[in-house]
C-alpha cells in the first residue's frame, strides 16, 4: 500500500504523478490512497483512490485501511 497527502482542496493529474510512476518501479504494490482535503471519496481511472482526510482517518481509526 501507498499513501500520499496532499493539502489540496482539489485533486488533479499533477499531483498524481508520484502514486503513478510509483507501479513503474514497484508493479505490485497494491492499493494506493491520496488523503486530500477534497469533500468526497472517488478513485481515478487508473485506481488511486482520493480520500477526504476525515474519512481516511475515521476508516484508519476503526482499522478499516488495509
Known sequence: ???????????????????TTLLDDH???GRRLLVSLEPKRRVTQDGIEILPVMQFLRALWNDEIA
Open 27 to 29: 508493479p505490485k504494490v
Open 1 to 19: 500500500m501507498a499513501i500520499e497527502v496532499k493539502s489540496s482542496a482539489r485533486v488533479s493529474s499533477q499531483h498524481l504523478g508520484g502514486l
